[in-house]
């Protein structure tokens, strides 16, 4: 990393030395009804809880502020669609008064303060007006991305037990209109427990059939209704439940409370993407995931700027020149994406051709995340952009970066396959499975030594004994992470994968056990075992090993058919679980464990150290076979 001028040494320090009086000048940021008895309370929750006893409303300080800060007038969303080749701007004032609009309509249908909302949408503006609408009541909302199935879907209704479940009548992929109230319905049938009512968007391309006193017109409840006032809440009291994938079938529902967030949020947007008030800022990814909660929605509004929602993909909507046409139309100011998407733009379009048709001179850094960045794809967006290219890591849990570049301190990353620094607010450290520190250049557990920062979650919904399991248990005073990684001798963290079942998948997390409970429940299989392999374009693919039950006669291929249709039915497209393939045996430890590590890394073509523990080397082998045919 270069170091000319950058104040990130001392802003660093200054969290070290006074992390209650960092996060109390952070705050500041925003507008409080009632001022924190404490910036932290350690007491309270699985590790203390940021600004307790704090009262505000999040809703409120990412619209209402701006209005009567004189920004009514101001882009705060611009919708553009790809897929239905529209673009929809809604100024400050015009996103307040609708969001206060759809407020009127959740509370009549019964919705207040700590009500669960679940929001099954598409990349639609309405999907971020209910979030925010839910936030003004002080309601908690759960959206779940749209390419789950009904059975994953199910699963977080049954969790998160909604009054309401706000949706649309169909997504947009290429090529295909997905029709959303079908999934929803059998969501809904599979799940215990039922919503009161649901309400519906209907989108031009399809009007879905409403079920008679249960659903209810997006259009017609919203005009109907009076705007809410926000309501104030404790900066405790939960603002939403994301869930993501865990090592189980079952998704861990992350919860984000309104204060800590806010600040964090507030805070980031300067610091590490250097925006100000007024600026473009294009997060390329989904509401649905952690990524487009805090920068599609949160951050960019609560820090007064212009936040670009994007309804398409980089590529074939309609060619690889679409990022830097949405770049060029809207001036966008920072870009933020995963790597995957630059993977595929790069492979339709290597010597970027299309880049040359537009203007992209507003935009001044590229940001990503969600999963390692390969160097080659870094070098060739640095090269083709001539920007800085900042890789930051973080997760659903943290909420905000872990590790970054930081523009807003003139920290700028020069290390392809570097996650950067650690953010003020986080102590990161690599320990060996044992919990011993490791120096500098080992490779080891990611940890954060406790507490959290404001923003990370203080729980999991309902579940805080689950929480302390997942995070806090393995490694004393540490949250853990999950990942692997090391920290160079310039304090440089690199983040090479994950050390649980976890895997990324064109950045999305998926658990690879989930893919594993719906092999094993199919009527031919024994056993299986599913690893992340890598792949040129998504970074991993799930590959699925499955042993067959004594007596099968089934062609192979057609159990393979099967078994992808199924995790397709049960998960979704989004698992895109193409590749199940039969094998004799699993390798397995001598107690009984399957080797999954093992098997990634012949499928991956690396050098295999047979493991002491195996209890027949000979597997390996066959294995190989399967996996690498040639
Ligand atoms: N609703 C329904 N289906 C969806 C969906 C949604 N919201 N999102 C994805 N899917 C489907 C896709 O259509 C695809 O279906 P298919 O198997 O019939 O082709 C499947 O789920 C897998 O999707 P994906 O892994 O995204 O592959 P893709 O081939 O459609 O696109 C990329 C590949 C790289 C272009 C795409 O993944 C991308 O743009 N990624 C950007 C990264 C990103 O947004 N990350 C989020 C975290 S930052
Ligand atoms: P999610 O919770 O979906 O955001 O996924 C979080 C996981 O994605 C992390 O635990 C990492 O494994 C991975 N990840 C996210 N950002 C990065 C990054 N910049 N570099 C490497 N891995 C990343």
């Excluded at 009262?55 to 009514?72: C, I, M």
């Excluded at 890789?391 to 590790?403: A, L, N, R, S, V």
């Excluded at 002491?612 to 076979?625: Q, S, V």
Aim: charged content about 20%.
């Amino acid at each position: 990393m270069s170091q000319i001028t950058s104040r990130y040494p001392e802003t660093y320090a200054g969290w070290q030395q006074d992390p209650e009086a960092y996060w109390a000048k952070a705050a500041e940021a925003l507008q409080w009804d009632r001022k924190w008895d404490r910036v932290f309370d350690p007491a309270l929750g699985n590790f203390g809880q940021w600004f307790a006893g704090g009262r505000l409303n999040t809703s409120f300080n990412a619209l209402d502020r701006h209005v009567a800060a004189g920004r009514a007038d101001q882009a705060a969303l611009i919708w553009d669609s790809a897929m239905e080749g529209r673009v929809e701007r809604f100024t400050y004032r015009e996103l307040r008064d609708r969001t206060a609009k759809f407020a009127g309509a959740l509370r009549v249908l019964g919705v207040g303060y700590g009500d669960r909302v679940v929001i099954y949408m598409p990349m639609v503006p309405e999907a971020a007006i209910a979030m925010l609408a839910c936030a003004r009541l002080g309601a908690i909302h759960s959206v779940v991305f749209g390419g789950f199935a009904s059975a994953e879907v199910a699963k977080r209704i049954e969790d998160a037990t909604p009054k309401v479940i706000v949706t649309a009548s169909c997504g947009l992929e290429p090529g295909r209109v997905i029709p959303y109230l079908p999934l929803l319905n059998g969501a809904i049938e599979i799940s215990a427990h039922k919503p009161d009512a649901c309400i519906v968007l209907q989108r031009r391309m399809l009007q879905a059939d409403l079920v008679p006193g249960r659903d209810h017109d997006f259009a017609i409840v919203e005009a109907a209704a009076s705007p809410a006032d926000p309501v104030s809440v404790l900066a405790t009291d939960p603002l939403y439940i994301l869930y993501t994938s865990g090592t189980t079938g079952k998704p861990k529902g992350i919860v984000r409370d309104n204060g800590g967030h806010a600040v964090a949020l507030v805070n980031s947007m300067p610091m590490i993407y250097g925006l100000n008030p007024g600026d473009v800022f294009w997060t390329a990814s989904d509401v649905g995931w952690v990524v487009g909660h805090s920068y599609i929605v949160y951050a960019p509004l609560l820090a007064g700027c212009t936040s670009v929602m994007y309804e398409g993909k980089p590529v074939g909507t309609p060619d690889a020149g679409a990022f830097w046409r949405v770049c060029a139309q809207h001036g966008v100011k920072v870009l933020f994406t995963a790597p995957t998407a630059f993977r595929a733009i790069r492979q339709q379009d290597p010597t970027a051709a299309e880049l040359a048709k537009y203007d992209i001179s507003k935009l001044e850094a590229l940001y990503l995340a969600g999963e390692r960045c390969d160097p080659p794809t870094a070098i060739w967006a640095n090269e083709i952009l001539g920007l800085p290219v900042v890789d930051h890591w973080w997760q659903t849990e943290t909420g905000w970066p872990i590790t970054a570049g930081f523009r807003g301190l003139g920290l700028f990353p020069a290390k392809p396959g570097s996650g950067g620094r650690p953010a003020p607010g986080y102590a990161v450290e690599v320990i060996d499975d044992e919990g011993q520190l490791l120096p500098s250049g080992h490779t080891g557990n990611l940890v954060i030594r406790m507490p959290m920062p404001p923003g990370a979650a203080p729980t999991l919904w309902h579940n805080a004994d689950g929480y302390h399991t997942a995070y806090m248990a393995d490694f004393a005073g540490y949250y853990r992470t999950g990942d692997a990684g090391m920290i160079d001798a310039d304090g440089d963290v690199s983040v090479m994968g994950r050390t649980d079942d976890i895997i990324n998948v064109a950045g999305h997390r998926l658990s690879t056990g989930a893919m594993e409970e719906v092999l094993a429940s199919h009527p031919a299989v024994a056993e299986c075992a599913v690893i992340g392999a890598y792949d040129q374009l998504k970074g991993q693919i799930p590959v699925g090993l499955v042993v067959l039950k004594a007596g099968i006669t089934t062609a192979h291929a057609e159990v393979s058919r099967e078994l992808v249709a199924l995790v397709r039915e049960r998960i979704g497209p989004v698992a895109a679980f193409k590749d199940a393939r039969v094998v004799l045996r699993l390798p397995k430890t001598r107690s009984g464990k399957i080797l999954r590590a093992t098997i990634r890394r012949i499928a991956d073509g690396e050098t295999v150290v047979v493991p002491p523990t195996i209890d027949d080397p000979a597997i390996l082998d066959e294995i190989g076979a399967v996996l690498r045919p040639d």
